[in-house]
């Protein structure tokens, strides 16, 4: 699967919209992009993924550059409960179950 | 939605006993589960791929002597650490998919005294 690269931090005001960047240039034609956040000491919880289309659901929106070469996650009004560790990981639906590898991923700090 | 379950989330072990970690599917059949490890401020990093009715296939580094892992039934996987060590000491997670999908457990914070 397809490496990513995520800034190591990032900061933002309570009630703000948090966009988190994600490059993943070398990512194939079927690859998904993925991600995930993890809350200190929990599992990772999905929250959204796409192949090219933007999308959105209750948690977040996902915009993929028309090259899909990087994505943007968007957490419309952060709260301090979106505090967290965001994972973006690219990956094939073909073939059986593949592993999912975890980069270092943004420390996502939402303040008051 | 599909759920896993993962119990204990915590244990506290005395060195050279070993520490068996349960992970559920609740709700679907999982015949591909995941064990990852993670240590303090450091990313998950995959140990091994557990098959249901197979043996499991280990990461590079992962001794599987020591991490001893069972699919025996399509909802339920475990992983034994047996005699444990402090350096042992790490957070647990394990992870099933559905569809595509990859569900993860709660984890377990497990400390080897």
């Known amino acids: 699967d397809a490496k990513t690269t995520q800034p190591p931090s990032m900061d933002c005001a309570e009630g703000r919209a948090a966009n988190l960047p994600c490059n993943h240039s070398t990512i194939s034609g079927n690859e998904y992009v993925y991600w995930y956040r993890q809350i200190h000491s929990q599992g990772p919880q999905y929250i959204i993924h796409?192949?090219?289309n933007n999308e959105t659901n209750e948690m977040a929106s996902l915009i993929i550059t028309e090259d899909r070469k990087s994505s943007t996650l968007i957490l419309p009004h952060a709260t301090l409960r979106d505090t967290a560790v965001y994972y973006c990981i690219v990956r094939s639906h073909t073939g059986t179950a593949s592993k999912l590898t975890f980069g270092t991923g943004t420390r996502l700090q939402v303040t008051l | 939605g599909a759920v896993v379950s993962q119990h204990p989330s915590r244990v506290i072990c005395k060195s050279g006993t070993s520490v068996k970690i349960e992970c559920r599917s609740l709700d679907f059949q999982a015949t591909t589960m995941f064990w990852y490890r993670q240590f303090p401020k450091q990313s998950l990093m995959l140990m091994a791929t557990s098959n249901e009715g197979s043996k499991a296939t280990y990461e590079q580094g992962v001794e599987k002597d020591k991490f001893l892992i069972n699919h025996a039934s399509l909802t339920l996987s475990t992983l034994t650490v047996t005699s444990a060590h402090p350096e042992d000491s790490s957070f647990y997670i394990c992870?099933?998919?559905?569809?595509?999908?990859?569900?993860f457990g709660s984890g377990t914070r497990l400390t080897v005294v």
């Open positions: 796409g192949l090219k």
């Open positions: 992870s099933a998919t559905l569809n595509y999908g990859y569900t």
